[in-house]
């Protein structure tokens, strides 16, 4: 079985064709993250498993002042990752590395980890790397978890073994952790993270999460997060 580090490096190969981010799934992603982070208005920012930066790059186009580092392991997506800030003349510090690992940063006041914990087997060490960059009462820790439980997953894990041969699919539902929203606050108390706010939002499935439809108006997509929302957006904040 491939890694997740071999996939992603391919996945960033292909990425001109297979990229998410115009379906309505990953543009709701979009909307909320970066509406969340502009509520917040940090003076800089710490995307972890950044990918190919999309999620960052729509938060610099609101804050473009805002100070951003990039972490990711494959060096193809993290090239895209520039690629797609700097062309806002936004020029973050880039650092490829394992998440796997403890990693020492400055602080930050808002920390990311968007579509990439359910691939971290080491969630420890995330977690410290999140507290070290932590300050006291002000970092914020932005996470996208999917409720691996929910329905709809569940039935779309079951459609990617008749579609197993699609990359993207490939991508997203190759070595996925079920890791429960208990156990995630568990991992992030240990770290002295409690969380304080959480959105539901999606229909993750594969062929409805390529759908390249309008969003309507913000009350569908409200709708649609509320009846089978699979993924979730939650806030933690240190403890002290």
Avoid: W
């Avoid at 799934?25 to 950044?50: A, H, K, M, W």
């Avoid at 073994?161 to 190759?174: A, C, E, M, N, V």
């Avoid at 995630?184 to 409805?208: H, I, Q, W």
């Avoid at 390529?210 to 403890?239: H, Q, S, W």
Wanted: one cysteine or more.
């Amino acid at each position: 079985m491939s890694s997740f580090s071999d996939i992603t490096e391919e996945y960033s190969k292909n990425y001109s064709d297979i990229s998410d981010m115009k379906s309505m799934y990953f543009r709701r992603r979009l909307e909320i993250v970066s509406q969340l982070v502009g509520t917040l208005n940090p003076g800089s920012l710490l995307d972890l498993g950044c990918g190919s930066g999309e999620v960052t790059a729509e938060i610099g186009k609101l804050m473009p002042n805002v100070e951003i580092t990039l972490v990711d392991e494959s060096l193809g997506m993290l090239k895209i990752a520039e690629e797609n800030l700097k062309a806002l003349q936004i020029d973050p510090q880039v650092i490829q590395a394992s998440l796997e690992k403890t990693l020492i940063f400055t602080q930050k006041e808002v920390i990311l980890l968007i579509g990439i914990v359910a691939y971290i087997e080491n969630m420890e060490a995330v977690v410290n790397t999140c507290k070290i960059c932590a300050m006291k009462s002000k970092t914020k820790v932005i996470i996208q978890i999917t409720d691996m439980y929910h329905p709809l997953h569940l039935a779309a894990r079951f459609i990617y073994r008749i579609f197993k041969g699609d990359k993207r699919s490939k991508l997203h539902y190759t070595n996925l952790k079920q890791r429960s929203m208990k156990a995630l606050d568990s991992a992030m108390c240990a770290g002295e993270f409690k969380r304080t706010n959480t959105k539901r939002y999606g229909f993750d499935m594969p062929g409805v999460m390529d759908l390249k439809i309008p969003l309507f108006t913000n009350k569908f997509a409200r709708m649609v997060d509320r009846l089978v929302g699979t993924d979730l957006i939650c806030t933690y904040e240190t403890m002290n």
